[in-house]
């Protein structure tokens, strides 16, 4: 037996509860996006591509891309900023780093749901502390402009930490002996961080960026609790539509055809990604 | 052999290269195992002629012993029938969906289910609940509040029971309409000017605070000035929400935050909870809200314990008031295997006597009329009793299996309007355009 064929034999049993668990749902999605079935009427036909080329006249649809997009940038960009500053900052040695290390998880460490509640108390108009803080009033998830930022800040709190311990590893592995190096051969501070810090860390960023850019592509429960899509759509997310039009509007046709582009995107992300980061390994 | 021979000099031995394959694939067959089960049957038969049924239902508000206490009589006075009680998750849209894809699967994990009051004509239009009409015969349907009744009602047949009801109504300061010589409004207009008055007087109070935010509940507000002012959503199966009434009942409540300014700009990402803490903190006038919240208020402790009242929602000059409907309905798996043993556990839940139980414990409202003049009941629960009329005249949102896509029109369209999206007039246009569209569909 050579090696490969070894192989085959190790790999195989995941493959076959994979394809049970994922490929198949995925396949039969991918059927029933290519269906008018609509439970409520009774219609179940085939409809070829229909259901794609709704997408594109969709106002809601649009309207919800659009959303998601703007989440997924801004939230990303500023965990990534912040995430790098904090890890840098804990990397140093400080009395109490143990402690201060745990206490960053700690939003982290909060069920989405839950924390999605207590923002939206944080953002109550005349409840709630930030208003209170501020001395404004504010009214967050009501205004058409705050909402959407208002989701964005929410997940940047709960998922920064979730880079900075990321992070935070990637620059444990940095050997010290590189900075004194560096210092030795006269290097700045920003001189270590663009030449030393940054490009060793750089596959651990891609690996953030992959979790960080598909988690807040597909983001849902964090933004349904908070708004549920309010006010007048302006923080609803393709995740969210779909739901809404797969489950409680039994569209089960144009709900799988919205699941789909969803996937689509978030699997150009991840090759996106992975591309990046063979690249980069290799360099 | 020769191959092997090679192998083994490489790789330890036969046995032990084999190994974590070996074990591999029993994981993987134990992981299988479930999936093959579930096609099997999974209630064991009991030889003993005992039937289980199962009874799913949202979070019982209360006591849930005391909730069970009453399955518990069910239980031993039908000694051959179990009753498993499940609760859902809390959220309605949870339950929904958690209906939808077990009914949709053809599931009979559960043979009795609890219903929002705009489920109904959809389930039944999907042919997941079974027919109840004999066990609601016509003569016996007029003992039920007309609302209700009109809203488990699919093509003439019953598809579930009525269990207990609720509707919109407006609490109000009591003490603070006293103080200034107001009587609780009786028109949208003079509710307005009530709280004008008195809000200048008493500069630390909201006027009118209400339920704005983009969700079902939205829907059930608005509902209530558009029927107040003679406007409707659907009329004789047409779409009917593009009308000047309803333009004008939109524009007014737009007009509440805005103008008036009774109401605050807060109520557009407002649910029920977040206004009944504010009005039950004592810092509003007027709430509208459902049934649930006397209690709390009259709790020791409660800031406005008895300084509060509740009244039947406004109404524009000349029209009725029209609380919208709420509440939840028995209805029975289609798919059950035990629908008999199903149906004799809905009548007993939906009975007199078990809606009475209910009143008295943990207070939900029945939907009986004839409780409402039982002597226990307005000697125990004098407000629930006090909503008599109320209910009466409350209103089922449209009853059509394509309420949940029309809903979903509504909400941000109606939510548009009240952040100044759009005006109401545009945002009614195009609802109506919408609705039309779902409607053309069939």
């Known amino acids: 037996m050579r090696d490969g064929e070894r192989g085959r034999w190790f790999v195989m049993p995941s493959l076959i509860l994979l394809s049970i668990v994922t490929i198949y749902p995925l396949i039969y999605v991918l059927y029933l996006s290519l269906q008018r079935r609509l439970l409520i009427f009774d219609v179940s036909r085939f409809i070829g591509i229909d259901n794609y080329l709704f997408l594109f006249r969709d106002d809601r649809f649009l309207n919800a891309f659009k959303n998601t997009l703007y989440f997924t940038v801004l939230s990303v960009t500023l965990e990534l900023l912040l995430g790098l500053s904090i890890a840098i900052l804990l990397n140093r040695s400080f009395r109490m780093k143990g402690l201060m290390r745990a206490i960053v998880l700690i939003p982290w460490a909060i069920p989405t749901v839950v924390s999605a509640k207590m923002w939206e108390w944080i953002y109550n108009t005349d409840f709630g502390i930030l208003n209170y803080l501020l001395g404004v009033k504010i009214n967050w998830l009501g205004s058409p402009f705050w909402a959407i930022n208002a989701a964005v800040f929410m997940d940047v709190w709960k998922t920064t930490p979730f880079v900075v311990i990321l992070l935070t590893a990637g620059l444990q592995v940095i050997p010290k002996d590189l900075y004194q190096a560096a210092r030795v051969d006269g290097a700045g501070r920003w001189d270590i961080f663009t030449r030393i810090v940054l490009p060793l860390l750089k596959p651990v960023i891609l690996v953030v960026l992959i979790f960080r850019t598909l988690d807040a592509f597909r983001v849902f429960d964090a933004i349904y609790v908070l708004t549920g899509g309010g006010p007048a759509n302006t923080t609803e997310t393709l995740s969210i539509y779909a739901y809404k039009v797969l489950f409680q509007t039994l569209q089960f046709g144009y709900g799988s055809t919205l699941a789909v582009v969803v996937f689509l995107c978030t699997g150009g992300i991840s090759i996106f990604y992975i591309r990046l980061l063979s690249k980069g390994v290799r360099l | 052999m020769k191959r092997r021979k090679k192998v083994s000099k490489t790789y330890p031995g036969y046995a032990d290269l084999h190994r974590p394959v070996i074990l591999g694939y029993s994981i993987l067959l134990l992981l299988l195992l479930p999936l093959f089960a579930g096609c099997v049957s999974k209630k064991e038969p009991s030889g003993d002629g005992v039937t289980t049924i199962v009874f799913k239902h949202g979070k019982i508000a209360g006591d849930p012993a005391l909730f069970r206490q009453l399955i518990d009589r069910f239980e031993v006075r039908n000694p051959d029938i179990k009753v498993k009680d499940e609760t859902l998750p809390a959220s309605t849209d949870e339950q929904h969906q958690f209906y939808v894809i077990n009914l949709e699967g053809k599931s009979s994990d559960f043979d009795v289910l609890s219903m929002d009051v705009i489920w109904v004509p959809e389930f039944a239009r999907t042919g997941w609940l079974g027919d109840l009409s004999t066990l609601l015969p016509a003569d016996k349907r007029d003992e039920f509040f007309p609302g209700p009744m009109q809203a488990v009602t699919y ?288």
């Not at chain 2, 929400?241 to 935050?257: G, H, Y």
């Not at chain 2, 009244?311 to 028995?330: C, E, H, I, M």
């Not at chain 2, 209103?395 to 109401?424: C, D, H, N, W």
Request: aromatic share 12%; hydrophobic share 40%.
């Open chain 2, 155 to 442: 093509k003439g047949g019953v598809y579930a029971i009525p269990w207990y009801i609720d509707a919109g109504l407006l609490y109000y300061r009591k003490d603070l309409l006293d103080k200034y010589g107001f009587e609780p409004p009786r028109t949208w207009q003079e509710l307005v000017k009530t709280a004008r008055y008195i809000m200048e007087k008493e500069p630390k109070i909201y006027g009118f605070i209400w339920q704005g935010k983009q969700y079902e509940g939205l829907v059930c507000n608005v509902l209530e000035y558009f029927r107040s002012n003679g406007g409707d959503v659907l009329k004789n199966g047409k779409v009917v929400i593009n009308s000047p009434e309803n333009v004008e009942a939109l524009q007014f409540m737009v007009d509440l935050i805005r103008k008036y300014k009774v109401t605050p700009p807060l109520v557009v990402t407002a649910i029920e909870e977040p206004t009944r803490h504010i009005f039950g903190s004592g810092r509003a006038l007027f709430m509208r809200n459902w049934p649930y919240a006397w209690n709390i208020f009259q709790r020791k402790g409660s800031a406005v314990r008895g300084k509060i009242g509740v009244s039947r929602l406004p109404s524009f000059p000349g029209k009725s008031s029209a609380s919208t409907l709420g509440g939840w309905q028995l209805g029975i798996n289609r798919y059950s295997k035990n629908p008999l043993a199903a149906e004799r556990f809905v009548k007993f839940l939906t009975s007199p006597e078990s809606q009475k139980t209910l009143a008295l414990t943990i207070g939900y409202k029945p939907t009986r009329k004839s409780l409402y003049r039982d002597a226990d009941l307005i000697a125990q629960q004098p407000f629930i009793a006090s909503l008599y009329d109320i209910f009466m005249t409350a209103r089922p949102r449209p009853v059509t299996p394509y309420y949940m896509l029309i809903t979903q029109v509504m909400q941000p369209e109606f939510s548009a309007a009240l952040s100044g999206i759009k005006t109401p007039e545009d945002a009614l246009k195009s609802a109506q355009k919408q609705i039309e569209r779902i409607l053309g569909a069939e």
